[in-house]
């Protein structure tokens, strides 16, 4: 039985030919169980377990794109070469025969030292600028040849992803990584075309990403592409300072084919411009939609009482009130809500939070992120 309290979280959506039952994300988690890239039999049955468990899209783990230095950890999983392409078609067969709706978080992890190994790949780093943060050197600043490459990899990763039969895909250009260290002037110093002063400029790798997708994947095909002003790197970073400046990053993305703007903050609830409309205001998906009129994902702390840059450090979270994200989604700030570590703790979170069974949702323990459960 649906408790009618949660009713908004509970409606169908519906973009292009993705269609959902429900309005809740799988937000994209590294689990870093792929030894060697290749998602194995435990991924397949985490990500099943999640479809079994009313979640309506789940995004997965973020998964690399075929460039030499794409990843940080070696647990991170492959989204090229055959064996790591087998590994996810036993995903997403095992997800659509449980009836769930599933696409891969496609990724670059740039110049950025993973906090889990001190792991590092065996080819150079690269990055916009040979900057992992800004002042820090780290890696080679990228050449034309290594942006063609980076693009070329980005939009077969999506033409994979739909032959495997995937419903959707998204890009990563938030949290600091590859993407991310284009749109952000601390990163960017580039004087060719993928840098400038503005932020309309330095969006132009992501862009074109955006579009070589798009071109690999068809008009039909719903692209995801989650971005964030926050950086791992700098928690206060901010790319876009004022709503216009927003639009000045986001508009183009959206021009260049991108459908769903996934828009990460650690606190769904807090305003982005609350000098314009108070603090009780829009927050980023609720702005990036506004602006856009693409449909938005918003995400952080949903359920939960501590945010998840803090689990990482060992901080425990209790369960949390939903009646914030609720009213948000009965207003229709944004369309979709992605839910992290809960999900990743408890594959029955939906099917209990649906069943109104508040009482059997759990405490959230750092000790969740050593297991597929
Ligand atoms: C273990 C873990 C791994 C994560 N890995 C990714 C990732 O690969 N890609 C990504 O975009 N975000 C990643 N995130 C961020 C989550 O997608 C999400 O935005 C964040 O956990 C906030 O949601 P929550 O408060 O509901 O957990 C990760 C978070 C956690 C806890």
Redesign the pocket.
Known sequence: MNSPHVDALFQPFRVKSLALKNRIVM?????SFSPEGVPGDDVAAYYRRRAESDVGLILS??TVIDRPASRNDPGIPFFHGEAALAGWQRVIDGVHAAGGRMGP?I?HTGSVVSFQTEWTPEAPVESPSGLIAPGQPRGNAMSDEAIAESIAAFSRAAADAKRLGFDTLEI?G??GYLIDQFFWAGTNARTDRFGGATLKQRARFAAEVVKGVRGAVGPDFPLML?VSQWKQQDFAARLAETPDAMAEWLVPLVEAGADVLHC?Q?RFWEPEFPEVDGEAGLNFAGWAKKLTGAATVS????G?SG??MA?FGGESSKPASLDNLVHRMEREEFDLI?????I?SDPQWVTKVREGNLEGLQDFSAAA?RELV
């Open positions: 937000a994209p988690m590294t689990r783990e973020g978080q990724w990563h938030a949290h989650r990460s650690r995400v952080g702390s949903v939960l945010d998840f689990a992605a839910v992290g570590r809960a990743l992120f």
